[in-house]
């Protein structure tokens, strides 16, 4: 299995939550922050995992990779800080009892 497949069922997760979360109040201002907030985490992401990756601390299989990376990073580690840093705040917003989210900030 290929971690580009071990993925997939965390994306489509990620998906259908924040689609959930649709009606809720917020969420153009929720979704430009979580935007915000995974261009940060891909940064991140991009210089941590090139560090890790660079020391040795962190070794992938070949075969289990796309073969596209960023750096030394593979592309698929780019992904879970995406689905973070939409999924928490929709989460969130999910769990939320409506009467306080509904309430002037």
Same mark, same amino acid.
Request: charged share 10%.
């Given at each position: 299995?290929?971690? +580009?497949?071990? $993925?997939?069922?965390? +994306?489509? /997760?990620?998906? $259908?939550?924040?689609?959930?979360? =649709?009606?809720?109040?917020?969420?153009?201002?929720?979704? @430009? +922050?979580?935007? $915000?907030?995974?261009?940060?985490?891909? =940064? =991140?992401? @991009? $210089?941590?995992?090139?560090?890790?990756? @660079? /020391?040795? =601390?962190?070794v992938y299989p070949e075969e289990h990779l796309s073969g596209i990376r960023i750096g030394l990073a593979p592309i698929e580690d780019f992904s879970y800080s995406i689905c973070a840093a939409f999924?928490?705040?929709?989460?969130?917003?999910?769990?939320?009892?409506?009467?306080? @989210?509904? /309430?002037?900030?």
């Open positions: 299995m290929t971690y +580009a497949l071990i $993925i997939i069922p965390f +994306a489509l /997760a990620t998906v $259908i939550v924040v689609l959930c979360t =649709l009606g809720r109040p917020g969420f153009g201002r929720r979704m @430009a +922050a979580s935007g $915000i907030t995974a261009v940060v985490l891909v =940064l =991140l992401t @991009a $210089i941590f995992d090139n560090l890790m990756i @660079a /020391a040795g =601390l962190v999924l928490v705040p929709a989460v969130h917003a999910l769990l939320t009892p409506r009467a306080r @989210a509904e /309430a002037p900030a």
